[in-house]
T-cell receptor, first 111, second 113 residues
Framework: QKEVEQDPGPLSVPEGAIVSLNCTYS??????FMWYRQYSRKGPELLMY????GNKEDGRFTAQVDKSSKYISLFIRDSQPSDSATYLC???????????FGTGTRLTIIP | DTAVSQTPKYLVTQMGNDKSIKCEQN?????MYWYKQDSKKFLKIMFS???????INETVPNRFSPKSPDKAHLNLHINSLELGDSAVYFC????????????FGPGTRLTVL
């Protein structure tokens, strides 16, 4: 079993819909949780960064962490075609520089 | 101004050759990384340097040798290239080794024929 599991998709939704992306993990020592967005042929860019359990909102994006269920989510409201990309979740232990990534979910927003 | 840059962007080469990829960051960060992303988009760390010192060395064939001449540069040399080395290689940097926010370069797409 991989340390971090993520549905690779592809996921296609119409413009304006709410998108839900998820990851599960097995390592209970993970404390830092991130979402990266990667456009085609580009490097990943950090979208959201959360520590421990709870919610964090930034514009149209909301990250949720449920450590008891070992489950994290990224919600995108009012999705736009420019949101079409691969979304990668990533996690790290406290004080550990090593990020463990999910496989990424390819998202397409249809105009 | 580019924060993390890599050269070359594309690299096509024959099996058995030796090649290098260069990375530079102008963010003043102390820690730099090399990642490999396979065809299924899985991103896996290979190496990490903090202030020119190797701190992460994952299970990578010893044909891969990183070198950090200073904290702004991290190069990757690959000897005796194999077909399975074909992938996109990303360099990244972070403020220090305890800070998880990493900034990625644009990637080097390596194709071994």
């Amino acid at each position: 079993q991989k340390e971090v599991e993520q549905d690779p998709g592809p996921l296609s939704v119409p413009e304006g819909a709410i998108v839900s992306l998820n990851c599960t993990y097995s390592n209970s020592a993970f404390q830092y949780f991130m979402w990266y967005r990667q456009y085609s042929r580009k490097g990943p860019e950090l979208l959201m960064y959360t520590y421990s359990s709870g919610n964090k909102e930034d514009g149209r994006f909301t990250a949720q962490v449920d450590k008891s269920s070992k489950y994290i989510s990224l919600f995108i409201r009012d999705s736009q075609p420019s949101d079409s990309a691969t979304y990668l979740c990533a996690m790290a232990n406290f004080g550990n520089e090593k990020l463990t990534f999910g496989t990424g979910t390819r998202l397409t927003i249809i105009p | 101004d580019t924060a993390v840059s890599q050269t070359p962007k594309y690299l096509v080469t024959q099996m058995g050759n030796d090649k290098s990829i260069k990375c530079e960051q102008n963010l003043g960060h102390d820690t730099m990384y090399w990642y490999k992303q396979d065809s299924k988009k899985f991103l896996k760390i290979m190496f990490s340097y903090n202030n020119k010192e190797l701190i992460i060395n994952e299970t990578v064939p010893n044909r891969f040798s990183p070198k950090s001449p200073d904290k702004a540069h991290l190069n990757l040399h690959i000897n005796s290239l194999e077909l399975g080395d074909s992938a996109v290689y990303f360099c990244a940097s972070s403020q220090d080794s305890n800070y998880n926010e990493q900034f990625f370069g644009p990637g080097t797409r390596l194709t071994v024929l």
